[in-house]
């Protein structure tokens, strides 16, 4: 089994200065409607087939918004249009055949709680099945099946006032949709007896938990910002969690003086086949423009019972495995800038790493997602005035042709 894994660097405000290899966006996307819209995330799923989220080609925040759901049989050429949709948040695309999104119901969520559904598809997107109305405390981010039976939607803090807008969230289905729990900190639970069980407090000092990874029905994961690697485990399905008993932090010591400035970010976590769990980390200062400096990979074989910790040769942005063996991460230059991107490439999970493509422009890139051992994708959704794009990899990295797409 694959992993995917996308880590945003923390306090990363400015843009970089492209290199030599700078890769231009790749010919936005056309519409049959009269607005220009283009690819807002993608996820391949072999060289051919794929799924994706398409908006607007440029606009402020409605790019953080994908209104339709695209798939392509083509290798990324051409998209078609499976489901189209007002507040398309997030969505989980599992294989070539089934996915789950996550919609919002705009005219009956506030700043505060929102109104969601899932739409689900086990045909490919030729239908869709919709759950019954979630409502959610904050902003809805992430939602993750593992089955048609186990599903999550996570939701994190709002700007909003009232009540629970300031509240992390795990939603949790067992009958795919029909019925979910609430999990809360217990900070956040206030005597509610419709609560169920216990999310891990945030760090005193550092930032919200961050989006759980489920393995199985029963088996997750989630980290969080922190003077110290924040992980935590679930055994029972979300109900209930606790820390991890990591290794220390791999390699030389980190040169931020003091050592108390120290922070420690666990981004998004996956796994790349039964039983075994990536944890990609990154710890030093963040410094305006700058990212965390270091950064590591923890890998436990046997659900967490033990941990093995690897350091990476640059601080990571983005990582993708297709099994345990073979891995691409795209990392920062020196001193955590943003101007020098390079991927690196390993074939021995994690232990080496060797540069395959340095100085291209993956600034803004989503998603790593490589299908096989040559073949891979980058993307990137619209920042700006710039549209979004898509380039592929047929030589395992070391050289990207973007992609003309085209969303009907």
Request: proline content about 5%; aromatic content about 8%; hydrophobic content about 40%.
């Amino acid at each position: 089994m694959r992993i995917g894994a996308f880590l945003m660097l923390l306090a990363v405000t400015s843009c970089a200065t492209p290199g030599s290899g700078t890769m231009h966006p790749s010919t936005p996307a056309r519409s049959s409607g009269a607005a220009t819209i283009s690819l807002v995330s993608v996820r391949m799923v072999s060289r051919l087939v794929g799924w994706g989220l398409a908006g607007p080609s440029a606009g402020g925040a409605a790019l953080a918004i994908g209104t339709t759901v695209v798939r392509t049989a083509d290798g990324g050429r051409h998209w078609a249009t499976v489901l189209r949709a007002d507040g398309v948040v997030t969505a989980d695309f599992h294989d070539s055949a089934r996915a789950w999104v996550l919609l919002v119901i705009g005219s009956e969520s506030t700043a505060s709680r929102e109104s969601v559904v899932v739409a689900s598809t086990a045909d490919a997107g030729a239908t869709w099945q919709r759950t019954a109305r979630l409502g959610v405390d904050g902003v809805a981010t992430r939602i993750q099946f593992v089955d048609t039976s186990h599903g999550w939607v996570f939701a994190q803090p709002s700007a909003g006032g009232a009540v629970g807008a300031q509240d992390t969230t795990l939603y949790r289905t067992v009958d795919g949709g029909q019925r979910w729990q609430a999990v809360k900190p217990a900070s956040q639970v206030r005597q509610n007896p419709d609560i169920r069980g216990t999310l891990p407090e945030a760090c005193a000092g550092g930032g919200p938990i961050s989006e759980p990874v489920f393995l199985d029905a029963q088996t997750g994961w989630l980290g969080g910002f922190c003077d110290r690697v924040f992980l935590y485990a679930t055994r029972d399905g979300g109900l209930s969690w606790a820390p991890q008993n990591l290794p220390a932090f791999p390699g030389p010591a980190s040169t931020v003086s003091p050592a108390a400035y120290l922070q420690y970010g666990v981004g998004f976590l996956s796994h790349p086949s039964t039983n075994e769990f990536v944890a990609f980390v990154h710890r030093g200062i963040t410094t305006g423009a700058n990212g965390l400096q270091d950064s590591a990979m923890y890998k436990s074989r046997d659900l967490g019972a033990s941990w093995n910790a690897v350091r990476l040769p640059a601080a990571l942005l983005a990582a993708d495995f297709i099994d345990s063996e073979h891995g691409w991460m795209i990392g920062l230059g020196p001193d955590g800038e943003l101007g020098h991107l390079s991927l690196y490439a390993t074939v021995d999970d994690g232990q080496s790493w060797r540069l395959r493509s340095g100085q291209v422009d993956y600034l803004f890139t989503r998603e790593l997602n490589f299908v096989d051992e040559t073949t891979g994708f980058i993307s990137s959704g619209p920042v700006k005035d710039k549209p979004g794009f898509l380039a592929r990899t047929t030589d395992s990295g070391a050289t990207w042709q973007p992609l003309s797409t085209t969303i009907n």
